[in-house]
């Protein structure tokens, strides 16, 4: 790997960086500069924006460094740098599936910083020591291998792999006697590539158990949730090009209950009759992906308006089809049309923030006549994709190579998918569903099979206009890759306005 000296000013920090320092935890960057200098060089792109090491270069500066290691990675795109930025947030420490920043965080309050770094001498500013990533030394793969064996973290050798691919490796921190002290995902990533050498850091005894500590532990509060919120919203729906040619379990967990999606047809007369006394023959699909459910019922004789601001098109995300979607949606909401049924089926995972899934309870509430119902499904926490990053998954071979990890801003939301751009997924409590509908239906009943939690709501609430005009402002002003907005508020508002004889516009 080539780490470079250069100037400090050559570098600068992103503007994106989902991490956030307290003054307290930067006075902990500058108390490990000062003991143990550089053992990572900052990683920054071909223009030098810096992918990892904000913080040390915010405090290396003002302990007066004029110069920093760096490693340069090739030219990257906006969304190749945004998702890098979250993986070098966990490749940086040897992390597993269940560690989250507040738990790293409780990890290192528990320590006597101070008393760990007593007796290491303070590494002069510039001085080799203060640098001493520049020249890591190359140590054989199979010793270092030999005296960490049983060690391996197959998550933190997911999350090298996803660097690696990038052209980036960061070295390994090591003891003399070559027990690793950080990047035992680095070396299992190595070994299985068959590489020969590995570059190393050496740390001295008396350095190692601080050093431990400061390239494990030391993780910056995640703020994904504020700096990333749009790009979140939109690559969250981002959504495999699955070929089902049945109802999802969201459109028939109230008439097939937990048996298959596979063993209802609604081609069948005797399942489509069934399925029509339950929810009649006027279908709003809110949030329909694919369209494969509006499809599949159209061709059963039922009629089905979906509504899909996020459509895919084989590119990505699609804005002309999605609103060209919602505007036919927007006209049957402002025509009075009568929905017997609304489906919120596959969409609640996907959004990222209970503010959000207000919005939507909200709308679906507003669009309800007196007979109608809406019907919700979501992956519950007792889904393997929940499961697996608190430790408690088969590891299989789908999922091996997952380096995706739990976030604290709310509970039940894991981040994911940064091999191609970061998506959020929240999986639900039987509580949370009621907590969400109770507000806006009278009647709410709510189950937990097959993993998924369901809701069958009836009997809506008036809605109150102000609530609603939030709602509106949220979900027809969605943001969009290319920067862009929906921009389809004031249609919505004269849409919303119309039906329900109530001016919604101040």
Wanted: charged share 25%; with cysteine.
């Amino acid at each position: 790997m080539k780490i470079t000296l250069e100037p400090i000013a050559a570098v600068r920090p992103s503007t994106y960086n989902p991490r956030s320092a307290d003054p307290a935890r930067l006075d902990i960057i500058e108390l490990s500069l000062r003991k143990l200098g550089f053992i990572a060089p900052i990683f920054a792109d071909t223009d030098g924006e810096i992918l990892s090491g904000h913080q040390r270069h915010l405090v290396a500066h003002r302990m007066g460094a004029t110069h920093v290691p760096v490693f340069r990675t090739k030219a990257l795109d906006l969304d190749q740098r945004k998702a890098l930025n979250i993986v070098f947030n966990r490749a940086t420490n040897d992390f597993d599936f269940h560690h989250t920043p507040g738990k790293v965080t409780r990890d290192l309050e528990s320590l006597d910083l101070t008393k760990l770094a007593e007796g290491i001498p303070d590494k002069p500013v510039g001085s080799d020591g203060f640098l001493r990533c520049l020249k890591p030394a190359e140590v054989a793969v199979k010793d270092l291998c030999k005296v960490n064996s049983g060690r391996w973290l197959q998550y933190a050798r997911n999350l090298a792999n996803t660097l690696h691919r990038q052209g980036i490796l960061m070295p390994l921190v090591c003891r003399e006697d070559l027990t690793v002290i950080n990047g035992i995902g680095r070396l299992e990533m190595l070994a299985e590539k068959g590489a020969a050498f590995a570059p190393v850091v050496f740390v001295t005894d008396r350095e190692a158990e601080f050093a431990r500590a400061m390239m494990n532990l030391l993780s910056m509060d995640f703020d994904i949730h504020t700096r990333y919120a749009d790009m979140l919203r939109f690559n969250s729906f981002r959504r495999a090009r699955r070929v089902r040619r049945e109802l999802g379990n969201g459109f028939i967990f109230a008439t097939h209950g937990a048996k298959p999606c596979k063993t209802f047809d609604i081609a069948k007369p005797a399942d489509r009759a069934r399925w029509i006394k339950e929810h009649g023959s006027t279908i709003l699909d809110f949030g329909a992906g694919h369209l494969t459910e509006t499809f599949l019922l159209r061709q059963a004789g039922i009629d089905c308006t979906p509504f899909e601001p996020y459509r895919l098109g084989p590119g990505g995300i699609n804005k002309a089809e999605g609103v060209e979607l919602t505007r036919a949606f927007l006209a049957e909401v402002a025509a009075g049309k009568d929905w017997t049924s609304i489906f919120i089926a596959s969409v609640l995972n996907s959004v990222p923030f209970r503010e959000d899934r207000e919005h939507i309870a909200c709308i679906c509430a507003a669009l309800c006549r007196p007979f109608t119902k809406v019907y919700a499904c979501a992956s519950s926490a007792g889904e393997s994709g929940w499961r697996q990053v608190n430790g408690k998954a088969f590891m299989n071979e789908s999922n091996a190579g997952n380096i995706a990890f739990r976030l604290d801003y709310e509970p039940g939301i894991r981040i994911g998918d940064f091999q191609d751009k970061p998506k959020v997924q929240k999986y639900h409590t039987e509580k949370e569903f009621r907590e969400l509908f109770g507000p806006f239906f009278r009647s709410v009943k709510v189950d937990d099979f097959s993993n998924n939690i369901n809701a069958a709501c009836a009997s809506a609430r008036p809605v109150d206009p102000a609530r609603l005009r939030a709602a509106i402002q949220f979900e027809f002003d969605l943001p969009y890759p290319d920067g862009s907005r929906m921009d389809l508020v004031k249609c919505a508002m004269d849409s919303f306005s119309q039906r329900l004889q109530t001016p919604l516009t101040k």
